[in-house]
């Protein structure tokens, strides 16, 4: 019997020997040494007592042994669910309540508080697992015997369940099966030309689809290797581009590469690909990009539930403020929010995606799965966007960041691409705060280099002149920071609700 995933990432055609996992210090893993790991920590789970379709929970520090923990789950047929490590005893409770896990892995630091949660939840097991690699559950996979074979598992069978960020309500467990990682990452592999000669230099965390999707499968997919780092360290990468092919990166990545003056075409002439994701890149951060290196970034577009829909092409034009084109086997539409009529090119509305890469579903939510799908299998995305008359597909926002002032939509998108090509401004955020005359008033936040004369006054008086006035900011707070999670997105959520008594009487 196979197991799908597990299968595609252990095939005959890969070099054992060659090193898959350098460390960045001269040491590393080969691949034969990674699938020991792997195969050690599967047999781990099954002797906790896990058996195919069972869960186990992490919420541990990136390490390499994390890598192999995850794949161990895969290879004995066992569901895994990343956590991100931002969260607290509080809302660890939530997700092991609902996910019912029978083991949790934690940081050793978090043991005892997690114990008395997990044993609330009735998890059977808590072992430890640190960014040193260390832990109880190490400790189980170096007395372990490898296990020789895999769980059968097909490709329609679920591999990985990871949690919405929760932003509108009680976060959702994404159902991601075999074949929606599978599929993708060999779509990934080609789509964006990884081969085994490709070194990957990846600075994400492993408990997000961009760092352990994206990034890991497809390197271990196409016989790739990559240099694994703990984090970002943007000095760090600058030295090690000569040893290295591409890199996966969220926008700050690129923005504080640019502050580093030893960032040139020369320090990057090695390099063949620098691809975006996870949050928005600004159209000055790819034009200036391209002028100091000579590379263009290649942005894409993917979600939790989805992995990755578009990409901007490999070989072809990569247009700043897109994510380029459907890729291979997926199908994108735009309809009417709310009537899901379709609409005509150019039109602004909402992004439905159909393709292989598409989730089974929330976990445990049967009546907000069937409401988030079409009956024609589109999932409904809850971006607003539109595809130019090229093909190309632009993002103007989430759903929920729709402004409707005075009966007229507002994108936030437009407004902020007009903030954003001032001089001065580094960033900005728009959203819409409750008004007593218009339903919702648009704010402008807004971000400044240190050496700008930017102010309230200023910013609006340009809007005048290029925006319509019901889509022009009755207010603009210069702020120093905008509010952004782990993977750089704005959180506008935050933001609206520091403004949510501005406008009141």
């Known amino acids: 019997m196979s197991n799908h995933l597990h299968d595609l990432m252990t095939g005959p055609r890969f070099d054992t020997d060659k090193v898959v996992l350098h460390f960045g210090n001269g040491t590393g893993w080969t691949r034969q040494q990674l699938f020991d790991r792997v195969a050690r920590y599967a047999a781990v789970l099954q002797s906790l007592g896990l058996q195919a379709g069972d ?117 959702k467990g994404a159902m991601l099966s075999h074949d929606n990682l599978a599929s993708n990452a060999l779509t990934l592999k080609d789509y964006w030309q990884f081969t085994e000669q490709d070194v990957l230099l990846h600075a994400l965390p492993i408990y997000h689809t961009h760092g352990l999707f994206v990034a890991i499968n497809t390197v271990l997919v196409s016989g790739a290797s990559m240099i694994f780092l703990p984090k970002f360290d943007p000095e760090q990468i600058l030295s090690l581009m000569p040893g290295a092919t591409s890199l996966m990166g969220v926008p700050t990545f690129y923005t504080r590469l640019l502050q580093q003056q030893g960032l040139t075409k020369d ?61 291979p086997d997926v199908s994108i539409r735009v309809t009417d929010p709310e009537t899901g009529a379709m609409l005509e090119q150019e039109a602004i509305g909402m992004l439905e995606v159909k393709g292989p890469n598409v989730f089974k579903g929330y976990w445990r939510m049967p009546e907000k799965t069937a409401s988030e799908f079409r009956s024609d299998g589109y999932f ?36 902020e691409t007009e903030i954003d090509a001032m001089t001065g401004v580094v960033e900005s955020a728009v959203v819409g705060v409750a008004h007593p005359d218009f339903g919702e008033g648009v704010v402008g936040v807004v971000v400044l280099n240190k050496d700008s004369n930017l102010n309230e006054a200023a910013i609006l008086a340009h809007l005048s002149t290029s925006l319509a006035k019901f889509k022009q900011p009755k207010r603009v707070f210069i702020v120093e920071d905008l509010p952004r999670n782990t993977m750089g997105k704005v959180q506008k959520n935050l933001l609206r609700d520091s403004y949510k008594d501005l406008f009141k009487a």
């Not at 971006?383 to 130019?388: H, P, S």
């Open 55 to 171: 869960r186990v929970c992490l919420q541990v520090e990136k390490s390499v042994e994390t890598v192999a923990l995850t794949l161990g789950a895969v290879q004995a047929g066992v569901i895994f669910n990343p956590l991100n490590t931002a969260y607290t005893t509080a809302e660890i409770s939530y997700f092991i309540g609902d996910a019912e896990p029978k083991l949790l892995v934690c940081d050793p630091s978090k043991r005892d508080a997690l114990t008395i949660a997990a044993e609330k939840a009735g998890v059977t097991h808590v072992e430890t697992l640190g960014a040193d690699g260390r832990g109880t559950l190490a400790t189980l996979a170096d007395l372990a015997k490898p296990m020789t074979t895999a769980v059968a598992r097909s490709a329609d069978d679920i591999a990985a369940i990871l949690y919405t960020s929760g932003t509108t309500g009680r976060s």
């Open 267 to 327: 320090a990057t002439e090695h390099m063949r690909l620098f691809i975006s994701g996870s949050a928005p890149l600004l159209a000055e951060t790819h034009r200036e990009w391209q002028a100091r290196t000579g590379h263009a970034i290649l942005e894409r577009y993917g979600m939790t539930e989805t992995n990755m829909n578009t990409s901007n092409p490999y070989q072809g034009e990569r247009i700043a403020g897109t994510v380029g084109f459907p890729l």
């Open 380 to 415: 409904i995305t809850g971006d607003l966007g539109k595809i130019d008359h090229k093909g190309y597909v632009h993002i103007v926002g989430r759903g929920k960041d729709l402004i409707i002032s005075g009966g007229f939509n507002v994108y936030p998108k437009e407004v």
